[in-house]
């Protein structure tokens, strides 16, 4: 048997329908199912699209035997020999037709959307939303000390790669280490490490690190990231100082830091904890003075 596939075309309904509800939804659903069958969705509440297309069956109300449904069933009803009501079948058809139509305006805007998410989604925000970071073993030792350090990013695979988006990559990868690893400590670029990164054409990025303590460290790009692995190396060293400082000018009360949850997702909430820290610290000392 021949099957034909049926052509479903939403520009017919209004761009926002899935926004619709009651006499918008209503003047809508009129032009496609007609005046009877929209009365039928009024009367059951059925007030927008989604509750539309959650109802198993829109014409199974018409089974109750109720007074009020019965001007309702004689519209968009047969009524058989047996009285008996059967819905007409042209109805039916276009009822199923509008939910198809409704299905499908669902379908495109979840695609739409998803496209504009990743057409969109700027490197700032979607760092901060997307990536994933797996691979990370318990011990952060055992990580330094297995051939492959396992701090894998992943980030949208269509993202502009360009110097901002190894920058913002690279600070909130230490961020997110300093958050995990570093006793709490943040780094801060510009303060405790400065970043250098460079191009010899749009493609071919170098960065490089000079960390608090002077010394410079080049990362190594793996596919399309970054890793910091030889930095973080390099912090947990002995021979790097970065940490000791940063933990002596921010850790001023080790109580409170252990206190605070640091939220390093911006430089100014960073600041701002830093200043805390200070302020309380401060206060405390102020108070063991009075207690002594
Ligand atoms: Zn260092």
Redesign the pocket.
Known sequence: MATFKRRIDTSLLPVDILSYTDADFYNVAKNFIGESATELLEIQSIRGPDSLLLIADVFGILNIKCTILNPLKEKICLKSDDDAYIVKPGIKSSMDYFCELIMKKQDESMKLSRKENRRYSHINSSINSDLTITNITKSYQQQLSSSSIATVIQSPSNMCVNENYHRNFIVKSINHWCQNYSFKIPLIEGVD?HLLISSTNDMNFTARIK?????K?TLVKIRKNFQLSNFYK??L?I?????KKSNKTVTLNNNLANNIELNVSDDGILCEIADRIKRRASCDIAKRKRIH
């Open positions: 490490y960390c608090g303590c002077n010394s460290i390099h912090l060293s021979s790097c100082t970065t940490i």
